[in-house]
């Protein structure tokens, strides 16, 4: 089986999931990553002859699968493929790489001879139309959809407020925009925490870093927040100006633990993020490893950190 995923970060989130969901079945899965060339690990990986390590799902990029296909991999793995999963596939109506997903749809429907398609994804509005084009002789073609609508969503801007006393202020949200009329929220919703981080009014009226941080401390008491910064050397300045000491977390899961003493291991104890996890705060942009994204990820999910400061790299994982 093949799971074809967009980007490379959805390829890293959603291997360390199936690999979690599948390991009580002891299926093997495995991932190729998205360059375009099989490395030595990856060829050993993938004609492995052992029963007990041999991958039952393989989870890639669509362009490394189709540079595979062309290097008769197929033979080589001695397996034919019988599913292929395509995530996003709306991504199929995106010009350029979706004529390059449509065009490996077709040569797998006609050289994968074993081969049956469950393509994923939260709105089409032809899947008939598709379905039939990848099977036209098929009466097995089966069709599945819900009624699905993403989250509630609001959309607001933080402003700082001042207070009475020099240098006071606090956060005040203003409404911009909600996305169902069943929200129902003032166009101004003040929070009573005057100096967050114990920052001053001057401090935040000219630095949006410093305003993030701010907001993300108040709103961090309503469960995990994400703050984006445009770029990977701001979210140090951001996740550092949370590291105050009432954020410090006074018991760690044996977890966060483990995760801190491997960046250790592998960064050094010098590294930012081995002590911002002291204070449940995660940092993730394209500059870190993929191991370390990949557990700052993990840990987000599991709702070990407070805050996670990323650039938009998240957003295409988590």
Known sequence: MAYLAPTRALVNQLAVKLRRDFAPLDVVVEKVSPALEIDGIEDDML?????????????????????????????????????????EAHNLAVAARGLKLELL??????????????????????????AQ???PDSNKTVELAIDWSPNDRVIAVAEPVKGAKRGDFSIQLVTQHTTRHTLSLPDELKFQDYRPLNLKLSDVSGSPGKL?????????????????????????????????????????????VHIRFFLED??????????????GIGVHHAGLSDDTRTLVEWLTEKGML????????IAQGV
Not at 73 to 86: D, G, N, Q, S, Y
Not at 266 to 279: R, S, T
Request: net charge negative; charged share 25%; hydrophobic share 45%.
């Open 47 to 87: 004609t492995d002859d052992d029963q007990n390590r041999q991958f039952r799902i393989l989870v890639t990029t669509p362009e490394k699968l189709d540079l595979m296909l062309r290097g008769d991999w197929e033979a080589k793995i001695r397996r034919p493929l019988t599913l292929v999963v395509v995530d």
């Open 105 to 130: 749809l077709a040569t797998m429907n006609r050289e994968c001879r074993f081969a049956q398609f469950l393509l994923l994804t939260p709105f089409i509005p032809n899947a008939a139309e598709i």
């Open 133 to 135: 084009w990848l099977s």
């Open 212 to 256: 993030a941080a701010a907001t993300a401390q108040v709103l961090r008491k309503r469960g995990t927040v994400i703050v984006l910064v445009d770029k990977p050397h701001n979210s140090w300045g951001v996740a550092k100006a949370l590291q105050v000491e009432e954020n410090h977390l006074d018991t760690q899961s044996e977890d966060l």
């Open 266 to 279: 592998e960064m050094g104890k010098d590294f930012p993020l081995v002590n911002l996890l002291d204070y």
């Open 306 to 313: 407070k805050v996670l400061v990323a650039t938009t790299t």
